[in-house]
T-cell receptor, first 111, second 113 residues
Framework: SQQGEEDPQALSIQEGENATMNCSYK?????LQWYRQNSGRGLVHLIL?????REKHSGRLRVTLDTSKKSSSLLITASRAADTASYFC???????????FGEGTQLTVNP | EAGVVQSPRYKIIEKKQPVAFWCNPI?????LYWYLQNLGQGPELLIR????????DSQLPKDRFSAERLKGVDSTLKIQPAELGDSAVYLC???????????FGPGTRLLVL
């Protein structure tokens, strides 16, 4: 079963705009990760944020984590057509537990 | 560095036939995962190996699915017999010992007719 719920399910924006995707989860976590999946491809790891962190940046990506609300958001700034993909959050409860993925947000960036 | 390799990339079979998927993880990665991904959904773990030992196979439908990882490197996932509902993408991933990030292969897209 999927732990994460992502919102929105689909998002369509123009190139240059920012894209924000949200993820909510149900149980305590050790870390939360975001992955990207281009059509017909495997998933690619983007960024990991630990439970004791509130914000993390990597290039044009900004991730926030609110453990009190059990939610995270992924912001992609100055989006490009090449950012078109599905984005998944995944939670890791630690101690050898499995990585549990959400259902994903389909992002379309129009040129 | 080569990534995770999976074959075949696509497979079409008739129901009740057997099918097998192969995965070669990144060199040196001792943890290997098999995931099932249905259309429009996130991946769901089927089985996780630490070297040649299956340490989490609770979600593997053992009546028809089996997996092996001989010598702790390559792995094979088998379905016998396949059902219509098995149509999905089967993803393999690997990670180094203690690693938190997983590296995914391109997946095998299975269509059962």
């Amino acid at each position: 079963s999927q732990q994460g719920e992502e919102d929105p399910q689909a998002l369509s924006i123009q190139e240059g705009e920012n894209a924000t995707m949200n993820c909510s989860y149900k149980t305590s976590i050790n870390n939360l990760q975001w992955y990207r999946q281009n059509s017909g491809r495997g998933l690619v790891h983007l960024i990991l944020i630990r439970s004791n962190e509130r914000e993390k940046h990597s290039g044009r990506l900004r991730v926030t984590l609110d453990t009190s609300k059990k939610s995270s958001s992924l912001l992609i700034t100055a989006s490009r057509a090449a950012d078109t993909a599905s984005y998944f959050c995944a939670t890791d409860a630690g101690s050898g537990s499995r990585l549990t993925f959400g259902e994903g947000t389909q992002l379309t960036v129009n040129p | 560095e080569a990534g995770v390799v999976q074959s075949p990339r696509y497979k079409i079979i008739e129901k009740k036939q057997p099918v097998a998927f192969w995965c070669n993880p990144i060199s040196g990665h001792n943890t290997l995962y098999w995931y099932l991904q249905n259309l429009g959904q996130g991946p769901e773990l089927l089985i996780r190996y630490e070297n040649e030992e299956a340490v989490d196979d609770s979600q593997l439908p053992k009546d028809r699915f089996s997996a092996e990882r001989l010598k702790g490197v390559d792995s094979t996932l088998k379905i016998q017999p396949a059902e219509l509902g098995d149509s999905a993408v089967y993803l393999c991933a690997s990670s180094p010992a203690g690693g938190e990030t997983q590296y995914f292969g391109p997946g095998t897209r299975l269509l059962v007719l």
